[in-house]
């Protein structure tokens, strides 16, 4: 059974810092997602990560796989309060349409 | 192109009751998902629809049923509701071939009381 695990579940950070939310997932599988979601509302597609060595960055979210080690990670660099969130990643079945998530991340950035 | 279309957007229903959610998927989209949110469990797939065959389920009870109609639009039905179904429930749609992106509806809130 595929299993995604992310750590850690709960950051409070300063404005200016940087750091990475991480991403662990247990079997093979074709891409890895990355979603941000606001209090009470849906999910927003940040990234899909298609291959091993996949880099893709927006503004200040950088995400990156290695499948290899089942491992993807979303950087942040130089935090803003509007990036204050919930951060999930999410890995897709092989063979079927079906995301399996992570627990989420509760990102706060404090001024 | 206008996205993935969720109604109702908030529901309370009493437990024993039933509740049918409607899903409508982007023009073209032929896949449609559901998933469950809650605080305790997080995330968890229902099932797929494509072409008004259920392609892939979840691990959720006989009350937990949906259907796809020939225009992609999808509804979920719960019946005989639980507590515990109270949840956001999260539609998505996506076009053909397995893991090609899934585009996420805004939600139904569902309480149950």
């Known amino acids: 059974e595929l299993k995604v695990e992310q750590n850690p579940l709960f950051l409070s950070m300063q404005e200016g810092k940087n750091y990475t939310i991480y991403c662990n997932y247990s079997?093979?599988?074709?891409?890895l997602y990355w979603y941000r979601q606001d209090p009470g509302k849906s999910l927003e597609s940040l990234f899909v990560l298609l291959s091993n060595g996949a880099v893709k960055q927006e503004g200040r979210l950088m995400a990156s796989l290695d499948t290899k080690a089942r491992l993807s990670t979303l950087h942040i660099t130089a935090a803003v309060h509007d990036l204050s969130a919930t951060y999930f990643c999410?890995?897709?079945?092989?063979?079927?349409?079906?995301?399996?998530f992570g627990q989420g991340t509760r990102l706060t950035i404090n001024p | 192109k206008a996205g993935v279309t969720q109604t109702p957007r908030y529901l309370i229903k009493t437990r024993g009751q039933q509740v049918t959610l409607s899903c409508s998927p982007i023009s073209g989209h032929r896949s449609v998902s559901w998933y469950q949110q809650t605080p305790g469990q997080g995330l968890q797939f229902l099932f797929e629809y494509f072409s008004e065959t259920q392609r892939n389920k979840g691990n959720f009870p006989g009350r937990f049923s949906g259907r796809q109609f020939s225009n992609s639009r999808s509804e979920m039905n719960v019946s005989t509701l639980e507590l515990g179904d109270s949840a956001l429930y999260l539609c998505?749609?996506?076009?053909?071939?397995?893991?090609?992106?899934?585009?996420f509806g805004p939600g139904t809130r569902l309480t149950v009381t």
């Open positions: 999410a890995v897709i079945i092989q063979g079927a349409q079906k995301l399996v």
């Open positions: 998505a749609s996506s076009g053909i071939g397995t893991g090609a992106e899934q585009y």
């Open positions: 079997t093979t599988s074709d891409r």
